[in-house]
Nanobody, 128 residues
Framework: QVQLVESGGGSVQAGGSLRLSCAAS????????MAWFRQVPGKEREGVAR????????????DYASSVKGRFTLSQDNAKKTLYLDMNSLEPDDTALYFC?????????????????WGQGTQVTVSS
């Protein structure tokens, strides 16, 4: 089992910035891909960004949702098993509960069912 704990959420005004962190523990392998999703009430959970790690050489590629590309940056500290999401130029539409996910099992990475492990989420609220 893998445990994921998110932190860093909060309330900011439009144009502001936040850094989300996701600390992984348990049977977490350094070749597991990790991602951030977000969800607002009444809507489906949507993929925000993914770090896809190759098993063979641990090289990583990053994918972003079009709505956040250029504003959000994904990074990872392998030693700390922590995934970060730096969010800049925040907009009210970025308001959501943000979830960390680990171990992509195949298929469309933006689909929640493609991920094996989930955290409990951290709330981000952006006011206009």
């Amino acid at each position: 089992q893998v445990q994921l704990v998110e932190s860093g959420g909060g309330s900011v005004q439009a144009g502001g910035s936040l850094r989300l962190s996701c600390a992984a523990s348990g049977e977490m392998h350094n070749w597991y891909s990790m991602a951030w999703f977000r969800q607002v009430p009444g809507k489906e959970r949507e993929g925000v960004a993914r770090m896809n790690t190759a098993i063979a050489d641990l090289s990583a590629t990053i994918d972003y949702a079009s709505s956040v590309k250029g504003r959000f940056t994904l990074s990872q500290d392998n030693a700390k098993k922590t995934l970060y999401l730096d969010m800049n130029s925040l907009e009210p539409d970025d308001t959501a509960l943000y979830f960390c996910a680990a171990r992509w099992t195949g298929g469309d990475w933006r689909a929640p069912e493609s991920w094996a492990y989930w955290g409990q989420g951290t709330q981000v609220t952006v006011s206009s």
